[in-house]
């Protein structure tokens, strides 16, 4: 049995993904869709967006999500599990969009 680790990227709601064409540069795609939809593509075990209701990135005050329109700096939370080499290579292959993202990687624990 493999060994599963997490990684969890930390960004604001509002963040982008950086522009590839033309048209994205006029409508680019949020940052958590473009890293959901490239963690598919590249095979990796499991993905989940968290729903943030509360919180706070480093130096930032703390947001809520309390109306209609979620706040701008409002955190996101992508959480991918797969080995730790496929994250890594991951984080390595998107390096270019995770510049303003926190990254934390742990081991899972194995029950079974």
């Given at each position: 049995?493999?060994?599963l680790s997490?990684?969890?990227l930390?960004?604001?709601?509002?963040a982008k993904?950086?522009?590839?064409?033309?048209w994205q540069r006029l409508v680019a795609p949020s940052l958590a869709t473009y890293l959901l939809r490239h963690a598919h593509r590249a095979g990796i075990r499991q993905a989940v967006l968290h729903k943030v209701?509360?919180?706070?990135l480093p130096g930032g005050q703390v947001q809520h999500y309390a109306s209609d329109t979620p706040p701008a700096r409002l955190p996101n939370c992508l959480e991918l599990i797969d080995e730790e080499a496929r994250l890594q290579a991951f984080l390595c292959a998107h390096a270019d969009h995770l510049a303003e993202?926190?990254?934390?990687?742990?081991?899972c624990a194995s029950l079974f």
């Open positions: 049995m493999t060994q997490a990684l969890r930390y960004f604001p709601q509002s993904a950086k522009p590839a064409r033309f209701f509360a919180g706070y993202v926190r990254a934390v990687l742990h081991p």
